[in-house]
């Protein structure tokens, strides 16, 4: 049995919080073992004056990929990542040696003035969140609002929320969850009104693929429904060419028989979507995110990713 495992993880709370969370499950199962978290800062943690979309190309892997150095070098054996961050084409000789339990897939309203709900926040009400995919679904709903960008961690927005400069922010309920802040949530939005991340609500511990001993170590953080339901979500973002350029939404649900996937591409401003929704044997979950995206793309999804990464270039 292995004497030490090292996790990688980013410094923010909320990295903090699931790190230590899966440290406590591997210490739970191996309590011989020496689980310790080292904490290392990514390009995402530092460029905070600069919208995700705007970085265009640039962000992929933006919180990924000093954590995947550290890896390479030897000084992680793990690293825990929430997985709607991993881009779908890991570096050769890594890959995700577990995806822990799923949590709450939503996201979450958090207003200003408790008891609001989205529908009756006011016209022009200013609506903080750091996703093109938010942004454009809610703007479907309601173009009467006012979308701004936000970035930081929970806690600086939920800061700049009360100094009043939103009146709500939409983030993802799971990260509210683990932080202890569910109490803060003014309404969950069904994920048939606003579409989720591939991967929200996941953890996903990256390992290097040779590494017989940790990845045997870390199987027993294996959730294997949430497995095959992120597959499902990460064939059909790969399919689109994955990206941040445009949203790009998707969330699978998985039975004892089969997984049904639903998935999204739109414009930024929400005027134009192309949507659909696939379903088949828990075996064939790659194969029926590839072929929703195929299907999106001949239908219109192939002009909206065109549009936003013309748009990033010119940026």
Not at 8 to 25: C, E, H, M, P, T
Not at 102 to 112: G, H, M
Not at 143 to 158: C, H, Q
Not at 235 to 256: K, M, N, Q, S, Y
């Amino acid at each position: 049995m292995v004497d030490k495992i090292t996790i990688g993880s980013r410094g923010s709370k909320l990295a903090l919080r699931q790190a230590n969370w899966v440290r406590d499950r591997l210490q739970q199962s191996f309590p011989n073992t020496v689980v310790e978290i080292l904490v290392i800062s990514t390009k995402g943690d530092r460029v905070l004056d600069v919208s995700l979309p705007k970085l265009g190309e640039q962000g992929k892997g933006l919180f990924t990929k000093e954590l995947e150095d550290a890896l390479f070098a030897g000084k992680v054996d793990l690293a825990v990542h929430s997985l709607k961050d991993l881009p779908t084409e890991l570096p050769d000789g890594l890959h995700i040696g577990a995806i822990c339990e799923r949590e709450d897939v939503r996201d979450a309203l958090v207003s200003r003035e408790r008891g609001l709900s989205f529908a009756t926040l006011r016209p022009g009400a200013v609506l903080g969140t750091s996703s093109l995919r938010r942004q454009a679904q809610l703007r479907a709903a309601r173009p009467d609002l006012t979308s701004t960008p936000v970035r930081g961690n929970v806690d600086t927005r939920l800061r700049k929320l009360e100094e009043g400069q939103f009146d709500a922010l939409v983030l993802a309920a799971a990260g509210l969850k683990r932080l202890g802040y569910h109490d803060r949530i003014t309404e969950y939005l069904d994920p048939e009104f606003v579409l989720p991340a591939v991967g929200q609500g996941a953890l996903a511990v990256e390992t290097r693929a040779d590494d017989d001993e940790t990845n045997q170590f870390v199987n027993s953080l294996e959730d294997r429904n949430t497995r095959i339901a992120c597959e499902a979500e990460r064939a059909f973002l790969r399919g689109l060419g994955g990206g941040c350029l445009v949203p790009i939404a998707a969330h699978a649900t998985v039975d004892e028989v089969e997984v049904s996937l639903s998935g999204l591409v739109s414009s930024p401003d929400g005027s134009e979507i192309v949507r659909g929704a696939k379903s088949g044997a828990r075996r064939s979950a790659a194969q029926i995110g590839l072929s929703l995206a195929e299907e999106l793309l001949s239908r219109g999804a192939a002009d909206l990713l065109a549009q936003g990464s013309g748009q990033a270039t010119r940026s």
